[in-house]
């Protein structure tokens, strides 16, 4: 009831709104999945059905929100970018993380059938949600960079995908940073009859080319790996031309529609964003 002799618990809520023309960056993380993908055997070093299950969960979250521009993810996390001008829940921060968490969260389990039609779920996924507000769009490519980057130094403590012993990726956390090479070679060991000790030890200050030459002796060519091991994924719109129909003399009549594409690209460089500048453009 309004003016009402309670309404004064109002008062109490925290203002959370976030830095207006500014864009929003949305990081969802997933909340002790290095537990859940050993409960849930997931193939080490790369689970590609996990792997393609978050990305089925980014597309998703483009067709429920028209605000999205781009997202890169990796392992158990994706990072999902608002346009600047997004007025989404007036741009409150607990709003838009409690939706889009939830949202995740939710299509995750309702499709995990359909990528794992031979497993029951074991435990409940959960995910925790960030927001940031970057002014410009230098920063927002250097942060996706450094999304990026980071997964190439992928620290074996995160596990999502890179499932192992929790004792022992906290010790190699900090050795330092271990990159999704070194997770492959690692995990090439083991297969091959090494201890998890003696693939750590054989492993121990090899350079990327001693690395190389390791998954060559197992048979292994790294740069040959499906890119969604070695790149993360991007989820995007983009304009795409589609044949409505055929006029009277047989030729394509043609549309243009915004379409959401899953690619496995470097977005380091300048070339992905040259190619597709309208993404990140002020409005």
Known sequence: MAN?????VKSFEVEDKLMPSTWIV???????????SDKHEFKKPNDERALELMNACA????????????SYGVSDEYSFVFKKTTEFYNRRSSKIVSITVSFFTSFYVMKWKDFFPDKDLKSIPSFDARTVCYPSTKIVRDYLAWR???????????GVFIPMDYKLATAFSFVGHINNQYNTCFWKLIESGKTKSEAQDRLKGTQTQDKNEILFQLGVNYSDLPAIFRKGSCVFKDKVEE?????ENGQPVKRSRNKVITD???????KF????????EDE
């Open 26 to 36: 949305l990081r969802i993380d997933g909340r002790h999945f290095h537990q859940f």
């Open 148 to 158: 990026q980057k980071n997964f190439d130094l992928h620290l074996l403590g995160k």
């Open 59 to 70: 597309e998703a979250m483009f067709e429920e929100f028209p605000d999205l521009v781009f």
């Open 264 to 270: 496995h690209c470097d977005i380091i460089g300048d």
């Open 243 to 247: 044949i409505v129909k055929y006029n």
């Open 4 to 8: 009402s002799k309670y309404e004064y």
């Open 273 to 280: 964003w040259k190619d597709h500048a309208s993404i990140l």
